[in-house]
Nanobody
Framework: QVQPVESGGGVVPAGGSLRLSCAAS??????MGWFRQAPGKEREFVGA????????YADSVKGRFTLSRDNAEKSVVHLEMNSLKSEDTATYYC????????????WGQGTQVTVSS
């Protein structure tokens, strides 16, 4: 199984920006994506990107978050988060095989994003 490793979380003021990265343990052609889980809530889909580049997003982040993907060697996916809101506070998880809005592949350990108001 392809294992993801997330990085880039932190604390940012509301309205700020943050960039998360997910590096797969090896090259993969599967769609990769991000999910998030806030305290007391279920894990939810954030966005996913296919091998050739097109991405799709949850309505809650559309227009604010942007995915990009680098397949040069291993597969690396970046999540650029802009205009962050307090409701974006969550642990963000990468998945190495996303079909629709479901993560079928391996999960990373997660990276914490905290948006301070």
């Amino acid at each position: 199984q392809v294992q993801p490793v997330e990085s880039g979380g932190g604390v940012v003021p509301a309205g700020g920006s943050l960039r998360l990265s997910c590096a797969a343990s090896r090259h993969t052609v599967n769609p990769m994506g991000w999910f998030r889980q806030a305290p007391g809530k279920e894990r939810e889909f954030v966005g996913a990107i296919v091998y050739s580049g097109p991405a799709y997003y949850a309505d809650s982040v559309k227009g604010r978050f942007t995915l990009s993907r680098d397949n040069a060697e291993k597969s690396v996916v970046h999540l650029e988060m802009n205009s962050l809101k307090s409701e974006d506070t969550a642990t963000y998880y990468c998945n190495t095989d996303v079909r629709g809005t479901t993560g079928l592949g391996s999960w990373g350990q997660g990276t914490q994003v905290t948006v301070s108001s």
